[in-house]
């Protein structure tokens, strides 16, 4: 069975990379979502949160469904392959992760999770994608961090984020670093 | 007392004591209803973006009984402006604003508003994704409990009829087991207190499972569809389920006017 991710190695790096193959069925689910959203920031008259809220509970509801409901101690390396297999792969999303450990890890995203529509709004497209991913990893990762770093819909060559599984172990590792 | 025990007493208390309608306030909806819905009813109002669910809630909302709105979507002058536009009284209405208090921790500043279609030229995406996406629900950074706000406030026995629209702001920001958890506690202290609970969600949003988990919940599921006929849209209102009322379920067509909801040719379906 193949993999969800593919390992490439490169010298000292390990580059992950999603396997997409788009299946009806979650595509179908995905454009219902995606449409709500941009009703719903319609007619919220553009407030954001609106759009990132609608996608981060779709997130939020396919990883009960899809994932694993019962693992509690997630870290990142577990929560990564069900979540590429599951949600990821099923939707299309071409991306790579890197630099993992238990705490963090960073993504590269060039081809959206709502990829049919990224050439035509991809305002709405990279909205979309944050409050998803958004949704899926604090499910898991209830105290954690998603940072968006860059936006192909603004020009970069790939959306870039960095998860972080705790950022009150940070605070509390930076206030004994100052200490 | 056991946990079992507590839930049965409390329904059997609820059900003996039960008794009379409480009007929706929307004549031909307790037409569809035939006299409104049962005290102690938790009904839950399902709906697309375009179907004009959020006016259903305001109309709602104008009542004669003392009413609590709990809105995450609209703030409270915006809803307070849209009831004057109607003409709808909201003497009665209190309104738990959960969208300004979420816009003060998401907004740095008035100059900031978030709205793409403004800013977009001005301000960064990725800067408004972070306007947009912060401050909720925070609770590691000692931020707002909204589901425990909610929890609080709809156990009021002071309210004859309670409105949460919606529920897709908590179900974005905490999981389905603590809503429905929540929900659960809630439409006891609704049987309880014999008052009527609104509970308003997208359809299509949060998976099949948690929509017929929430169904089965209700007593009652009123649903909001819009269907495109050639260049028209036709919108209807059905009431899906109504617990030991099966009479009642029914579908009507609906449009909005300047009154507000207007439905037409009712039809039952048993």
Redesign the interface.
């Known amino acids: 069975m193949k993999e969800p991710l593919k390992k490439i190695e490169s010298g000292q790096n390990i580059v992950w990379l999603t396997q997409p193959k788009e299946t009806e069925k979650l595509i179908k689910?995905r454009s219902?979502?995606l449409n709500?959203a941009?009703?719903?920031?319609?007619?919220?008259?553009?407030?954001?949160?609106?759009a990132?809220?609608?996608a981060?509970?779709?997130g939020?509801?396919?990883f009960?469904?899809r994932i694993s409901?019962n693992t509690k101690n997630w870290t990142i390396e577990k929560w990564l392959k069900p979540v590429a297999k599951e949600i990821f792969n099923p939707m299309g999303t071409a991306a790579t992760f890197t630099e993992i450990t238990n705490d963090q890890a960073k993504s590269l995203i060039f081809k959206y999770p709502t990829n049919n529509n990224e050439s035509e709004e991809p305002?709405m497209s990279?909205?979309f994608t944050?409050?998803l991913l958004?949704?899926v990893f604090l499910?898991a990762f209830?105290?954690g961090e998603l940072i968006?770093?860059?936006?192909m819909?603004?020009g970069a060559q790939m959306d870039e984020f960095v998860f972080k599984a705790n950022?009150?172990n940070e605070e509390t590792n930076k206030s004994k670093m100052i200490k | 007392m056991a946990e079992e025990d507590f839930f049965t007493t409390n329904l059997k208390d609820s059900n003996k004591n039960r008794g009379g309608f409480i009007s929706t306030g929307i004549e031909k909806l307790d037409k569809l209803l035939e006299g409104g819905t049962p005290k102690g009813f938790s009904i839950l109002i399902l709906g697309?973006?375009?179907s004009s669910i959020?006016i259903l809630c305001k109309q709602l909302a104008s009542s004669p009984i003392k009413t609590l709105y709990v809105s995450t979507?609209e703030t409270e002058n915006e809803i307070i402006e849209t009831m004057k536009r109607f003409k709808w009284d909201n003497k009665n209405l209190k309104i738990l604003d959960i969208a300004s208090m979420?816009s003060k921790a998401?907004l740095s500043g008035e100059e900031k508003r978030?709205?793409?279609?403004?800013q977009?030229s001005k301000v960064?995406?990725?800067e408004?994704?972070?306007?947009?996406?912060q401050g909720m629900p925070s609770?590691?950074?000692g931020g707002t409990d909204f589901l425990a706000v909610l929890s609080d406030k709809i156990k009021d026995p002071k309210y004859e009829k309670l409105i949460v629209n919606s529920l897709?702001?908590f179900?974005?920001?905490y999981?389905?087991?603590e809503v429905i958890r929540t929900l659960q506690a809630a439409k006891i202290s609704n049987l309880h207190n014999k008052s009527i609970l609104y509970i308003v969600m997208?359809r299509?949003?949060?998976?099949d499972?948690?929509e017929r988990k929430m169904e089965g919940m209700a007593d009652c599921v009123l649903e909001l569809e819009v269907l495109q006929k050639g260049s028209a849209f036709e919108r209807f209102l059905a009431v899906k389920k109504m617990k030991n009322y099966a009479k009642k379920i029914g579908i009507a067509r609906y449009t909005i006017d300047s009154e507000g909801f207007v439905l037409e040719m009712i039809e039952r379906i048993m």
Do not use: W
């Open positions: 689910r219902i979502a709500i941009k009703g719903k920031l319609n007619d919220s008259g553009g407030k954001i949160h609106t990132i809220q609608t981060e509970a779709f939020r509801g396919l009960t469904e409901k305002y990279s909205i944050y409050g958004k949704g499910s209830p105290n968006m770093n860059s936006t819909a603004e950022i009150e | 697309t973006p375009g959020e979507e979420y998401v978030v709205s793409v279609y403004e977009r960064k995406l990725k408004l994704i972070e306007i947009g996406s609770l590691a950074q897709d702001f179900l974005s920001q999981s389905q087991e997208t299509g949003i949060h998976g499972i948690f």
